[in-house]
């Protein structure tokens, strides 16, 4: 949905696949930018034990995993949370 600051009118789009496609590459940034910020916080605490460690690893993984699997489950996430938004909408306003 594009919101036109100017006229407070709002009005449906076709969304490309390459913007989609640069939304979930700012999305999977923002989640590596909050890894790294985790990761400075408690970095003293995941380096004091093996269970630290182990679990610090295991973030990594998650965090740094296949792209397209990330990107992937993404899109499915966001089309789910748009058709249950779409499901629940009562009036659309067709513009030809």
Known sequence: MNHDMDT????WTILSSDTFDQWIDRILHQYLHRFIQWQQENMTRLQ????GKDKYIEYMQKINGLEER??????????S???KDMA???TFEFIP
């Open 88 to 90: 629940s909408a009562s």
């Open 81 to 83: 949370i748009l058709a």
């Open 48 to 51: 004091s034990s093996e269970t």
């Open 70 to 79: 990330k990107r992937s489950e993404l899109r499915k996430w966001l089309f």
């Open 8 to 11: 407070d009118k709002r009005d």
